[in-house]
């Protein structure tokens, strides 16, 4: 039996104790217990960031089950601590939050640690923030518990915003506890989403080896592939290229080709053309003596990276040879703006624009000093010299003055200047 079938092989023996009236009379008090229940909950979960996403389905179905059981049980089931921790990481891993209410309204005999209760309410009610000092406490001393990296992950849950170091303590202590399980999936997840806002590119590279070695096929792996890109583009100039290429070699090929075309793309629009190029090339090479479908998009990206550089001419070859047709709607518009300004670029000087105004003396002549001086002594008596134009402030009307501006220039500048304003609103809603 395969290690899949098996796993299907449990979950279709415990659905069937839980559905069967006559096998859960038999195994109330054993199998069916809410420690016993959570396990499965657990195995389940863990399955899904390991790569099972099939296992969704009873997720859903094994939280409703628990969910009943734990509001049915007989009050004296919470006499064994491992129930206790059972109810308590049901409702930290997803469960109803009125199932608490539920419990601890009911609890007369005091099963239930009463901090604990009250910072999960708090947190599950939105205002984790009151107790962050009380639940930082709390986690501490359930550390190496069974609720211990759960609220670890909720404690730094709540610090993230506020203290992002503690919540960085907060998140290694709960997987560090949890090895190989969701809490540590995303404990990984969150700490690097903080690594690329705090700018800490070692720790952040150390965190994304671990994610693409353990959670790989995760569900959440697009929203760690979306943060190590930030992280690679927002701080090339700390991050060395080799370290990304070993990071991403334990992705399968068609994964590392994903990520490496998001990083041609953000750092295309962020203006980093070495950064694009090294991730373009990439793309090239892995899908090498194959139909490479990323190949063209790759190129266009690239292409746009190189347009302000001296490779201009071979970028907007990149840009034009892409069909419009093969790109999402944003890359047609980011296509459009590249093309546009290696357009302008690469035009030739409208040969008008060059033509210098009329000189004093009517010719296109040098004026000799004699010249000079005889013109200032023409002048009429009592005329000033004109004063020596400002370099800086004002110099947009230095130039027109003495002789008239070119029109063809004028409208050069005003659609450019119109075409840039529009490209910088582009990039700037990319960015964001």
Not at 94 to 100: E, F, I
Not at 131 to 151: F, M, N, Q, R
Not at 235 to 244: A, L
Not at 250 to 255: E, K, L, Q, S
Request: glycine share 8%.
């Amino acid at each position: 039996m395969t290690r899949r079938q098996h796993r299907y092989f449990r979950y279709a023996v415990l659905g069937l104790a839980m559905m069967s009236p006559a096998v859960g009379r038999a195994a109330d008090a054993d199998d069916l217990a809410p420690y016993k229940m959570l396990r499965s909950l657990q195995f389940v979960q863990d399955s899904v960031v390991t790569g099972d996403h099939s296992a969704g389905e009873m997720q859903r179905f094994m939280l409703g089950k628990i969910d009943q059981r734990l509001r049915t049980v007989d009050p004296s089931v919470y006499d064994d601590d491992r129930n206790v921790d059972a109810a308590l990481i049901y409702v930290m891993s997803g469960g109803n939050p009125q199932t608490l209410e539920y419990l601890v309204s009911h609890d007369i005999n005091g099963y239930f640690d009463n901090r604990v209760t009250d910072v999960l309410r708090k947190y599950l009610s939105g205002k984790g923030l009151l107790v962050s000092k009380t639940l930082e406490e709390t986690a501490k001393e359930y550390d190496g518990k069974k609720i211990g990296p759960y609220l670890a992950l909720i404690g730094g849950n709540v610090l993230i915003a506020t203290k992002p170091a503690d919540a960085l303590t907060m998140y290694d202590r709960a997987r560090l506890n949890a090895p190989g399980t969701i809490v540590e999936e995303a404990a990984l997840r969150r700490s690097l989403a903080i690594c690329v806002e705090t700018g800490d590119v070692d720790k952040g590279l150390a965190y994304s080896q671990r994610y693409v070695r353990r959670f790989l096929h995760s569900p959440y792996a697009s929203q760690f592939a979306d943060l190590f890109v930030k992280l690679i583009v927002s701080h090339d100039h700390d991050v060395n290229p080799q370290t990304v290429v070993d990071i991403l070699s334990f992705m399968d090929a068609p994964r590392q080709r994903e990520v490496y075309l998001r990083v041609a793309r953000a750092a295309a629009i962020a203006g980093k053309p070495d950064l694009a190029r090294m991730a373009a090339q990439r793309v090239q090479s892995l899908g090498e003596g194959t139909d490479n479908p990323f190949g063209p998009l790759a190129d266009f990206y690239n292409g746009m990276a190189n347009v302000p550089t001296d490779d201009i001419d071979q970028a907007a070859k990149y840009i034009a040879n892409i069909s419009g047709a093969s790109l999402s709607p944003q890359d047609q518009a980011l296509q459009a703006a590249a093309r546009s300004v290696a357009e302008q670029i690469l035009r030739a000087p409208d040969p008008a624009s060059l033509t210098q105004g009329s000189t004093p003396n009517g010719t296109n002549q040098e004026i000799t000093s004699e010249q000079a001086a005889a013109a200032t002594a023409a002048q009429p008596e009592g005329a000033q010299a004109a004063a020596p134009e400002p370099v800086v402030e004002g110099a947009a009307s230095a130039g027109t003055r003495g002789q008239e501006v070119d029109p063809s220039f004028t409208s050069f500048v005003t659609t450019n200047r119109s075409k840039l304003d529009e490209i910088d609103g582009l990039l700037a809603q990319e960015g964001k």
